[in-house]
Antibody, heavy 117, light 111 residues
Framework: EVQLVESGGGLVQPGGSLRVSCAASGFTVSSNYMSWVRQAPGKGLEWVSVIYSGGNTYYADFVKGRFTISRDNSQNTLYLQMKSLRPEDTAVYYC???????????WGQGTLVTVSS | QSVLTQPPSVSGAPGQRVTISCTGSSSNIGAGYAVHWYQQLPGTAPKLLIYGNDNRPSGVPDRFSGSKSGTSASLAITGLQAEDEADYHCQSFDSSLSEEVFGGGTKLTVL
C-alpha cells in the first residue's frame, strides 16, 4: 500500500526558513514524479513544485528562488526546503505522487506551515 | 484567482443529482489536456475521484461521473448522499504556464 507521511511543519517568522519532509512507503520516490501542492486556509489547491524521476525540478513562479525540492533515495523521502518565507506561504503542504496521465494518485495527510510574527 | 473556474458552492437534497462545472481556456482544457477531479472530505487530504476526464479509480462509486466539452468539464453526482458533502477540486495542465493548475474548489452541501 502506498503511504506518504509529511512532517516538519510549524510556526516560522516572516523571512525565516523551514524544511518539510515526506516519507514514502509502498513505492520508490526516485522512480516517480513527485510534487508538493499547498492549500492556504479556506482556499483551493495550488501546485508548488515537481521533481521528475530523472531529477529535473520545476517551481511555481511564486516560490521560484525561495523553495527547493529534493529527495533522498536512500531514505525514500521527499523534501521541500523553504526560505525567505512570507505570510502568504501559510498553508497545508501536501506531498503527492503522479500517475501516468498527469493526475495525483496518492496524497499525504499534509503538514501545516504558518508564517507569522 | 484560480486558472480554472468553479462555482464556490452547490447544494442538493439526498437522492438528487448535482453537477459541478470547471471552466478553463484554450491553453488548458480547450487545448485537449485531461481534467481530473478530487474529493476533499472535511479535515482530510484530497483524494482522487475522477481521472482522465471520465475515469473512476477502483472503489469510487459509479454515482460519480466526469465529462469534458470544449473549454469546460463537469463532475456529476447522482443519488446524492450525506457522505458526499465535501469540497471538490478540478485539475488540468496549462500550456501557457507549463504547470498543473487547479480550480478554486466547490463546496457541496447535502441539504
Amino acid at each position: 500500500e502506498v503511504q506518504l507521511v509529511e512532517s516538519g511543519g510549524g510556526l516560522v517568522q516572516p523571512g525565516g526558513s523551514l524544511r518539510v519532509s515526506c516519507a514514502a512507503s509502498g513505492f520508490t520516490v526516485s522512480s516517480n514524479y513527485m510534487s508538493w501542492v499547498r492549500q492556504a486556509p479556506g482556499k483551493g489547491l495550488e501546485w508548488v513544485s515537481v521533481i521528475y524521476s530523472g531529477g529535473n525540478t520545476y517551481y511555481a513562479d511564486f516560490v521560484k528562488g525561495r523553495f527547493t525540492i529534493s529527495r533522498d533515495n536512500s531514505q525514500n523521502t521527499l523534501y521541500l526546503q523553504m526560505k525567505s518565507l512570507r505570510p502568504e506561504d501559510t498553508a497545508v503542504y501536501y506531498c503527492v505522487s503522479h500517475a501516468n496521465g498527469g493526475y495525483y494518485d496518492s496524497w499525504g495527510q499534509g503538514t501545516l506551515v504558518t508564517v507569522s510574527s | 484567482q484560480s486558472v480554472l473556474t468553479q462555482p464556490p458552492s452547490v447544494s442538493g437534497a439526498p437522492g438528487q443529482r448535482v453537477t459541478i462545472s470547471c471552466t478553463g481556456s484554450s491553453s488548458n482544457i480547450g487545448a485537449g489536456y485531461a481534467v481530473h477531479w478530487y474529493q476533499q472530505l472535511p479535515g482530510t487530504a484530497p483524494k482522487l475521484l475522477i481521472y482522465g476526464n471520465d475515469n473512476r479509480p477502483s472503489g469510487v462509486p459509479d454515482r460519480f461521473s466526469g465529462s469534458k466539452s470544449g473549454t469546460s468539464a463537469s463532475l456529476a453526482i447522482t443519488g446524492l448522499q450525506a457522505e458526499d458533502e465535501a469540497d471538490y477540486h478540478c485539475q488540468s495542465f496549462d500550456s501557457s504556464l507549463s504547470e498543473e493548475v487547479f480550480g478554486g474548489g466547490t463546496k457541496l452541501t447535502v441539504l
